[in-house]
Structures are given as structure tokens and as C-alpha cells.
């Protein structure tokens, strides 16, 4: 809580199963929409059943940027195997890039991409 008795909001920027009407959108049921921006900072890789992000140049990666609460940001680190103590050996790790709405939190795949589809533009 901070100290106005209410949650800590963060920032996080989506491109994968979190998206709206994607398998894991329902763990930011209860969040603050804030709309849709295009990094250039970032390259997915199609991994299967859900894409990696990897920091590279790129022509516009369509993210959906939402405000969270520390519990569903929590959520979100667990989904995403994010380890606090250990960000480097988690399957994500996580950095902050600039928005349109403020930095927000992208998660960046830590696993090998090699052989996986690259997507430089739009969504997966």
C-alpha cells in the first residue's frame, strides 16, 4: 500500500497472452486499461504457444499498456517466471521502456530464440 491507503500502481506493456482476448488476459481483469503503443526496442519471437520479446531494433511491436496493482503485478512476474533474486536465471526478466503512457515494465525472454520465427512489425 502506499500512503494513501491504496495499492502501488505499475506499469506493465503486454504483446503476448496477456492481451485482451488472448489465454492469460484474465489476470488483468481488474486493471487500468491504458491503450495500445508500438515499441521499437523490441523483436518477438514466436515460441509456440506464446511469444519471447528480445531487445533488438525493430519496426513497431504493438503493445497493450496497463496499469496493475502490486498483487496482480506479482501474478504477472509468476506467469511470466520472473525471479526477483534471480532475474537472469527466470524463463523472463524484466526492464522498463518508455510508452506513451510512461515507462511501463516489458518482459524480455531469457531462453534461446534460435530457430523461432522473428516478428519486427505489428503483433503476434
Not at 532475474?87 to 523472463?92: A, I, L, S
Request: hydrophobic letters at 35%.
Amino acid at each position: 500500500m502506499n500512503g494513501n491507503g491504496e495499492d502501488a500502481a505499475f506499469r506493465i506493456a503486454v504483446y503476448g497472452t496477456l492481451k485482451r482476448g488472448c489465454s492469460n488476459h484474465h489476470l488483468l481483469m481488474r486493471a487500468r486499461f491504458l491503450g495500445t503503443d508500438h515499441l521499437n526496442s523490441i523483436v518477438l519471437h514466436d515460441l509456440g504457444p506464446y511469444p519471447g520479446a528480445v531487445e533488438q531494433p525493430s519496426r513497431g511491436i504493438l503493445v497493450e499498456v496497463y496499469e496493475v496493482d502490486e498483487r496482480t503485478f506479482a501474478r504477472v512476474d509468476a506467469l511470466e517466471g520472473y525471479s526477483a533474486q534471480a532475474p537472469e536465471r527466470g524463463e523472463y526478466t524484466r526492464q522498463q521502456r518508455d510508452t506513451r503512457f510512461g515507462p511501463a515494465w516489458v518482459y524480455f525472454y531469457n531462453g534461446s530464440v534460435r530457430g523461432c520465427r522473428r516478428i519486427t512489425r505489428g503483433a503476434w
